[in-house]
């Protein structure tokens, strides 16, 4: 079960870790400050203080993505145990994110509630999507198809944006190894309710070598980026319109030889709020493009490209109709198109769809529940209809329990239905998901808690050899397979004055139930461990991850080496005006193997060392 884990240094820096928690918070109360909980969205659609969710929530707060603009988003989420996120080489390179054991294709990746899963491939383009204007990071863990519809069954990543509550700018530069840096200007203005930001980036590379062989090359890689918000708040209504764009060109390993491709991923997003006494109107309009067109051809002397648009129209209301309860009820249009060409074969595609949803919200002294459904109509399968239930319960202000049972779905992507092996008869998958767990505080600085689930998917899509199979063979997707992930996982939070210690651990258990083997590319331990000193003027800190071995494909007999990476941080603010920091990502340049394929390793990048500056007026 261990093989290939770094076990020992692992368990030797979680040890010290909790002995050093542990007297810590044996210490004078007056050592210990009192922390309050963040403020979700995610999960219910409402703002919820994280204590009160009836899920596993974990929130990469605005200080940690301070820290390092020059972190791109697979790094940020590495850090996160229930994920294990596969990337290609370093930056820009193609990035999967496996949520509790899910498919790539099964966690829902969103910004302000706009969808940015590609609707061809039905993944989200990780290593080009930029975190400049992002205020936090919402990881919800487990199904959530009821409030998002598709792709929601290992869970959904959000991006939440910044909108701004003072005047001001600011400028900040790093620069790092590789020749790496990035550039951000930015100006906020907030006045009497009516707010504006601008922001605009360029982060550029020289790259690394994304695959263990010699004299390999190297893949560079820029981007450079624009976005605007402008708006009003008032208690009575709300309105803003949100833009964002984010272009460059990447470099990656095709066969053997490096391709260049350029990318542009372009979201307007168009909200309103109307306050009506106990209702509350919500609308969206909103339009997301994926567009990546590849510069070389490949072998077969083709330049592919995938333009990838999805629009949305959104009506949801909110009724408070006593002080603990509320009903939410809403509709989702979206319409998905998808403009191909690969290998010299064409696709061009559309798919509407249309989701109407229910859930009702109790929030009381104790007792915190949640229960939905939600009926989607899509017009290639029909409709499908999802449900959910949640239900937390406190026994003291410092121990609650919660529980929750939902069923999720993936539609079919674009490609599924119509690519090279497509199937328009596809059905969508799906699954049923079960979760129990226990959360307590101890003298208000240490929070702990422990969680286990069972997910349970059907008809999963697969290629299947349906003639000549002797011989080349002809493939068509089907739905064909099981699959069962069962797992949990357990942390530890330690606040202090200035001390700070979080440390995560989690197991799953992947199984193709049709063959009894583990499921690709899912290791079946991780872990995390955060500490640190920090106050307003000065800070450090380190972050240690960690995961098991896992299989690569279930197409060969290779396997994947667990990895240790450690991470370093600091920050000095000079004055009200000047902040200095410093990054040392990967700080033993262990060059991990992350996947195999064409023959060799692909390698994590490296050790990648920065120091940069933040200068606000």
């Known amino acids: 079960m261990f093989k290939n884990f770094p076990v020992a240094p692992l368990v030797g820096a979680i040890a010290i870790a909790c002995a050093s928690t542990t007297t810590l918070a044996e210490q004078s109360n007056s050592q210990d400050i009192v922390k309050l909980d963040p403020i979700v969205v995610t999960a219910t659609r409402s703002a919820q203080s994280l204590n009160t969710v009836a899920a596993r929530v974990h929130v990469i707060d605005e200080n940690t993505l301070a820290q390092s603009p020059i972190a791109s988003l697979p790094d940020l989420l590495q850090a996160e145990a229930a994920i294990n996120m596969v990337q290609l080489g370093g930056y820009g390179q193609q990035a999967s994110i496996f949520t509790r054991g899910a498919e790539s294709d099964q966690t829902l990746v969103l910004r302000d509630g706009v969808r940015l899963n590609s609707t061809s491939a039905g993944i989200a ?53 590789n020749n790496t840096y990035k550039a951000i200007i930015g100006a906020d203005l907030a006045e009497n309710g009516f707010y504006a930001q601008v922001r605009g980036q360029r982060l550029e590379t020289d790259g690394t070598a994304v695959k263990e062989i010699d ?18 708040e008032r208690e009575q209504y709300a309105s803003s319109i949100d833009y964002s764009d984010n272009q ?31 209702v509350e109107v919500n609308a969206r309009l909103s339009q997301f493009e994926d567009n990546i067109e590849q510069k070389d051809p490949n072998w077969a002397g083709s330049y592919d490209f995938v333009h990838s648009t999805s629009q949305e129209a ?35 595609e559309s798919v509407d769809t249309t989701g109407y949803y229910l859930q009702h919200q109790f929030s009381g002294q104790k007792l915190n529940t949640q229960v939905g ?35 999720a779905f993936r539609a079919p992507s674009i490609n599924d239905l119509y690519a090279y092996g497509g199937n328009p008869e596809l059905e969508p998958e799906e699954s049923l998901s079960y979760e129990i767990g226990l959360d307590h505080k101890i003298a208000q600085s240490v929070q702990t808690g422990i969680s286990l689930y069972r997910t349970e ?68 331990q991780s872990a995390s461990l955060t500490a640190g000193w920090a106050d307003e003027m000065y800070g450090i800190s380190s972050t240690l991850t960690a995961n098991d071995e896992s299989d690569n494909s279930a197409f060969d007999a290779v396997r994947i080496p667990g990895r240790l990476r450690i991470d370093l941080h600091a920050y000095a603010n000079v004055n009200d005006h000047l902040k200095l920091f410093t990054n040392v990502q990967n700080v033993g340049d262990s060059k991990y193997r992350t996947a195999y394929g064409s023959g060799s390793y692909y390698i994590n990048g490296g050790r990648l060392a920065s120091i940069g500056a933040t200068l606000r007026y």
């Open 248 to 278: 460059g060109n990447s470099q990656y390993d095709s066969m053997g030889n490096m391709t260049a491709q350029d990318f542009d991923n372009e979201m307007i997003n168009l909200k309103g709020r109307v306050n009506l006494g106990q």
């Open 373 to 407: 459904v939600r009926v989607e109509d899509n017009e290639k399968y029909g409709e499908h209809t999802v449900a959910q239930g949640a239900i937390r319960y406190h026994f003291t202000p410092a121990t609650s329990i919660y529980s929750n049972i939902g069923s």
């Open 457 to 524: 998917v059907d008809n999963l899509i697969d290629s299947v050899c349906i003639a000549d199979c002797s011989g080349f063979g002809v493939y068509q997707n089907q739905n064909i397979n099981q699959a069962t992930m069962e797992g949990g996982e357990v942390y530890a939070k330690w606040q202090g004055k200035n001390l700070f210690a979080n440390i995560a651990y989690h197991y799953v258990r992947t199984t193709d139930d049709n063959t009894g083997e583990d499921l690709s590319r899912r290791p079946r």
């Open 314 to 348: 959104e009506l949801y209301g909110k009724w408070d109709f006593t002080t603990t309860q509320n009903l939410l009820i809403g509709a989702t249009h979206r319409n998905s198109e998808a403009d191909v060409i690969s290998y010299g074969s064409p696709i061009d």
């Open 125 to 177: 383009s990780l290593g080009f999507i930029d975190t400049t204007d992002i205020k936090q990071i919402e990881i919800l863990k487990g199904p959530a198809s009821v409030l998002y519809g598709t792709d929601a069954i290992g869970g959904v990543v959000q991006l939440v944006s910044k909108t701004p509550e003072k005047s001001g700018g600011f400028l900040t530069g790093e620069y790092g190894e």
């Open 215 to 232: 004299n390999a090359p190297t893949a560079a890689f820029d981007q450079r980026g624009f976005s605007a918000k402008f708006g009003v």
